[in-house]
């Protein structure tokens, strides 16, 4: 399976993150927006659809972050990752428990679903070397 994930960025410097909802994979943890590419679109069509219908914003879709694998019970995935800004709209939560901004170096706190860990490590790891500079 292949998703599509987006690191919004707003102009402070946050990061968007969405809680997914109780039951299902991932039950209560965080996550980055996004979810699983259809047939016949590109992973940034994705990305966009994805937003769209789940936080009712229109983003604009950047340069590549991030690929990840992992292994869930049901099967393995590969999550691409691409910086995004928004364009128009107000993220509000349509299909997560809740989703708010936070400071890359707060991501490290909170739990999040197993594919994006590794995304989270490298945006903390890049907010601690910006703070040491």
């Known amino acids: 399976m292949e998703v599509s994930a987006a690191i919004i960025t707003n102009d402070n410097g946050e990061l ?3 809680r997914r909802g109780p039951g299902g994979n991932c039950a209560c943890l965080w996550e980055f927006p996004g979810g699983k590419r259809e047939s016949g679109e590109s992973l940034r069509q994705c990305l966009v659809r ?4 789940e936080l009712s914003v229109d983003i604009a879709v950047l340069e590549l972050f991030e690929e ?4 869930y019970p049901g099967g393995s995935i590969k999550i691409t990752f691409f910086n995004a800004r928004i364009i128009s709209g107000q993220p509000q939560a ?3 428990s809740e989703i708010k901004w936070v400071r890359p170096d707060a991501l490290s706190n909170l739990d999040f679903c197993p ?15 910006r703070k040491r500079i």
């Open 16 to 18: 968007l993150i969405c």
């Open 50 to 53: 994805e937003c769209l219908e």
């Open 68 to 71: 990840t694998f992992h292994s």
């Open 94 to 96: 349509l299909v997560h």
């Open 115 to 129: 594919g994006d860990q590794p995304v989270v490590a490298l945006l903390a790891a890049k907010a601690a070397a």
